[in-house]
């Protein structure tokens, strides 16, 4: 928020400089971003009036004038601009001025005329861009006043960065209510008085939305001039508020929304058929706006309707139909309290801002509407005339004031200062809240311009800004020093994703919010959680799954010519899930769990001379994670399982220690098809909170005895899987102490006969085992002895038959 300092001090006039009054602003949280002069630093120039003009006798566009400067003796000033003309007051650098940066005037000869001073542009004096002539002052300006005083360009800007809460500070009024409870200086209102009210002309108003409008009030004004001139004093305010200068009804209601921070509307009341209805809009309908856009309303934007037809968005901006124009006689001042839910966020639904928007979806003051109504009456009736009628205040639904309370000792133990009560009492009065205290407790009703206090905190808060944060003790909190160490095997994000690094994965950062497509398609969620408010409308539901995400960086970058990519993210996903309690980073009914996921597409290595190239398969991506788990690879499982976004005969569900934890496998040849990849990506997905740990390092003395290696081949029915073989080895050595000379067990051939395969004849493996004793040499009989066993196990279990 923008503003110019003299106008602050109209309000309240602390004894305080500039810088001090900024700091005492920036303390209580009213950031003053900015401050900076009205105008560039210039002397000399002064208020100069032209008595005459002459066209210069050897040059087409320079002009002779004779000006008077105050000093009782004509000055003969040479001048190019074209709106030079007798009788115009505008800025004169006498002989010896600086103009901004730093030029000195002095006497010059113009085509052989001399010139003794300079009449100056708005450009000239750095005031603004407008360089297209003289810089034409009120006609009621003194003769000789210094240009500064005269305009007061000893002013300065002030800009505010408020926080979204203090909506009662988006106005002069409401900063000066702030700087009035910091220094205790008198605040000063505008006057407001009841204007006479000379006509009887009402307009019906139909409130048919209580939960849309909790207050309307508005009265009828004839016999306007709105091509009246908006006061100099007025403009001058409005511009260095930001605001562009317009007509005089439409700067006077601009006046008031800045001054007292109630936006208005204006309406053309010959331009209204019948009265006026205050409603929710109907789908379909649609309006101009004061803008030139054309929009469609839905049903849950808030409307002022003249019949059927619509005239303007409730609390947001104003329709073309019933504008005010140049032409305008009479009209109907609105101001009204809309409840800030009816219209948070629907300007930005239609990709523009207003000033009321801003304004009303925070909360504006609901119990001055008459006082701002008469202000506002009063200023048009000074600018444009005309004849006032009574006003009709309508309250329908307003904001219940509930009692906040805060305890004194909860305030002393938050701010670590024992503020007096008397003090406390003192700070809520200079803010003007309505309180009792009983007991230590203080009960406070906030005012209705303060939709900021609701709990304990907020008048916590309070106490804080107006008590001071620089008298708080700067004092760090006292408490035992307790050294925490994480465990050993414990893995974190960072840690993952290096080893995700160091297998030649690109970390990749995805929206949580995907495609409602993506997740029925990729998840088989068919009940996603959905967004309120998304930020794109293809951007709708919470991701239950990461495959997609990969998927999708995956075709971005095969669209533009990359042959190889290796992509993985970390990052959590959001299903329902009634088991869930409220909790850290979860609310009840929806799991956050982190998980992470790889994708893997085109050659398996880089391309060189020295390996054929490969397309990179499930085996490759497989053998990554094994390197993800470490020494827990040997507790991991694949077992043959289908997942929505996976091939039905390529992919697996990793499960670790008896625990699914994860998919792995080619992708669907469908979901290939429809990102128009020329080969399958391979990806896995795993929880992070089941591989976060790691096996820690048991170092054990290494044996001197040599190993000795065995083959075993055996045929077995074509539908026995090797996992279940290796569980029966891995039970029976387990089981038996002989066995544990058993070191590890590996398949290294399968073989079918082709003749037989398609009638699912037996198939033969061979497996290759490392025995090795601690502290003797394996003889052959031992050997045999143990593989005779193992063999005996699969026969049992499984009909194994061994190859001869």
Request: glycine residues 8%; aromatic residues 6%; hydrophobic residues 45%.
């Amino acid at each position: 928020m923008q503003f110019p300092e003299s106008w602050l001090r109209t309000f309240v006039n602390p004894d305080l400089s500039t810088d001090e009054l900024s700091h005492r602003l920036t303390m209580a949280g009213l950031e003053v971003e900015e401050t900076e002069p009205v105008a560039p630093p210039f002397s000399g120039i002064v208020v100069a009036h032209i008595v005459d003009v002459e066209k210069h006798p050897d040059a087409d566009k320079l002009r002779v004038c004779r000006v008077d400067d105050g000093s009782g003796q004509p000055l003969q000033i040479v001048c190019g601009a074209p709106n030079a003309a007798a009788g115009l007051k505008v800025p004169l650098a006498r002989l010896g001025a600086v103009l901004p940066g730093g030029m000195k005037i002095g006497k010059a000869k113009m085509r052989g005329v001399e010139s003794f001073g300079m009449l100056c542009s708005a450009r000239e004096l750095g005031l603004s861009q407008d360089h297209a002539g003289l810089l034409e002052l009120d006609a009621g300006a003194t003769v000789g006043q210094s240009l500064r005083e005269a305009l007061d360009l000893d002013d300065t800007l002030f800009t505010l960065k408020l926080t979204p809460n203090r909506a009662d500070c988006l106005s002069i009024l409401g900063v000066a209510r702030e700087v009035a409870a910091l220094t205790g200086a008198p605040l000063a209102l505008p006057e407001a008085a009841p204007a006479a009210v000379e006509i009887d002309d009402r307009l019906p108003v139909d409130v048919q939305a209580p939960d849309l409008c909790g207050r309307f009030g508005g009265r009828v004004i004839r016999g306007v001039n709105a091509r009246a001139r908006t006061p100099d004093w007025m403009v001058a305010r409005l511009e260095r508020a930001g605001q562009r200068s317009v007509s005089a009804l439409v700067d006077i209601s601009n006046y008031l929304m800045l001054e007292l921070g109630r936006p208005t509307h204006v309406f053309d009341l010959q331009r209204i058929q019948g009265g006026l209805t205050v409603r929710w809009a109907k789908q379909g309908e649609k309006l101009e706006l004061l803008n030139g856009q054309t929009v469609e309303l839905a049903p849950d934007v808030g409307i002022i309707a003249a019949g059927e037809i619509v005239e303007s968005m409730a609390g947001i901006m104003g329709g073309e139909a019933t504008a005010v124009t140049l032409d305008t006689t009479d009209i109907y001042v609105e101001a009204a309290f809309w409840w800030p839910d009816a219209i948070m966020g629907k300007a930005r639904r239609y990709k523009f801002s207003s000033e009321a928007s801003h304004r009303f979806e925070r909360g504006v003051d609901f119990q001055n509407v008459v006082r701002d109504l008469e202000r506002i009456t009063s200023l048009i009736l000074q600018v444009c005339g005309g004849k006032a009628g009574p006003i009709d205040d309508q309250v329908i639904n307003l904001p219940e004031r509930k009692p906040v309370q805060m305890r004194l000792q909860r305030c002393h133990r938050v701010l670590g200062v024992p503020v007096e009560q008397a003090e406390v009492e003192r700070i809520f009065d200079s803010l003007d809240l309505s309180w009792e205290c009983r007991d230590g407790i203080f009960s406070v009703v906030p005012p209705s311009y303060r939709f900021d206090i609701e709990i304990e905190e907020d008048l916590i808060e309070e106490v804080a800004r107006i008590y001071g944060f620089e008298r708080l003790p700067d004092e760090p909190p006292r408490a035992r020093a307790r050294m925490r160490v994480d465990a050993e095997n414990l893995r974190g994000p960072h840690a993952l994703r290096h080893a995700m690094a160091a297998m030649d994965y690109q970390e990749v950062v995805n929206f949580s919010f995907v495609q409602e497509d993506w997740e029925r398609e990729y998840a088989g969620n068919a009940d996603p959680i959905r967004l309120l408010n998304p930020i794109a409308s293809q951007l709708a539901v919470m991701r239950s799954s990461l495959i997609a995400g990969l998927v999708d960086n995956i075709r971005h970058n095969a669209n533009r010519k990359q042959p190889r990519v290796r992509v993985f993210e970390l990052g959590r996903v959001f299903y329902r899930d009634a088991s869930v309690r409220n909790g850290e980073l979860a609310v009840a009914g929806v799991a956050q769990p982190q998980r992470l996921a790889g994708a893997a597409w085109g050659p398996a290595l880089e391309e060189q001379w020295g390996v054929p190239t490969r397309q990179v398969d499930f085996y490759d991506v497989k053998k990554d994670v094994e390197t993800l788990l470490g020494g827990r690879a040997a507790h991991l499982r694949c077992e043959s399982a289908e997942h929505p976004a996976l091939h039905p005969g390529r992919s697996a569900r990793l499960v670790l220690e008896g625990r699914a934890v994860g998919w792995i496998g080619e992708l669907h040849p469908r979901l290939i098809q429809q990102a128009d990849l020329a080969h399958a990506p391979v990806v896995f997905e795993v929880d992070v909170q089941a591989i976060e740990t790691q096996l820690m390092p048991h170092p054990r003395e290494l044996s001197r005895q040599p190993v000795v290696v065995r083959d075993l081949a055996f045929w077995v029915g074509a539908n026995v899987l090797y996992q279940d073989l290796l569980n029966t080895l891995t039970q029976t050595i387990e089981s038996d102490a002989t066995l544990g000379i058993i070191q590890d067990i590996r398949l290294f051939d399968v073989w079918r006969d082709p003749a037989q395969a398609a009638g699912g004849g037996d198939k033969s493996m061979a497996l290759r085992f490392w025995l090795q004793d601690d502290q003797v040499t394996l003889d052959d009989a031992r050997v045999e002895q143990c593989m005779n066993r193992l063999l005996q196990a699969l026969v049992d279990a499984h009909g194994a038959r061994q190859r001869a």
